[in-house]
């Protein structure tokens, strides 16, 4: 089965906005903190944001203040609002849990900030 689904990403312009989407399966997602995690060529992944089952949330120093993680329980989705966006932001943006246990890697959304 699919258990992870990413969508929203595209070609934006330095300043514009994106809003990306992860639709879990509700067994991982109604048990487990959510991330997003980022990797661009040639380096390595990295966590982009995290929210617990709470609400609560953590994000990268380089993305303060301009991204918001938020969830949706009821349709066992996460979002990650992305504002104000960088060319240093472009990468393929993936969800899966935090921390990573041996669950797949969905596709992917790739995300380019370019003029």
């Known amino acids: 089965q699919v258990q992870l689904v990413e969508s929203g990403g595209g070609l934006v312009q330095p300043g514009g906005s994106l809003r990306l989407s992860c639709a879990a399966s509700?067994?991982?997602?109604?048990?487990?903190?959510m991330g997003w995690y980022r990797q661009g060529p040639g380096k390595q992944r990295e966590l982009v944001a995290r929210?617990?089952?709470?609400?609560?949330?953590n994000y990268a120093d380089s993305v303060k203040g301009r991204f918001t993680i938020s969830r949706d329980n009821a349709k066992n989705t996460v979002y990650l609002q992305m504002n104000s966006l960088k060319p240093e932001d472009t990468a393929e943006y993936y969800c899966?849990?935090?921390?990573?246990?041996?669950?797949?890697w969905g596709q992917g959304t790739q995300v380019t900030v370019s003029s």
């Open positions: 899966n849990t935090f921390p990573l246990y041996k669950i797949s």
């Open positions: 509700g067994s991982i997602f109604s048990t487990n903190v």
């Open positions: 929210i617990t089952s709470g609400g609560g949330t």
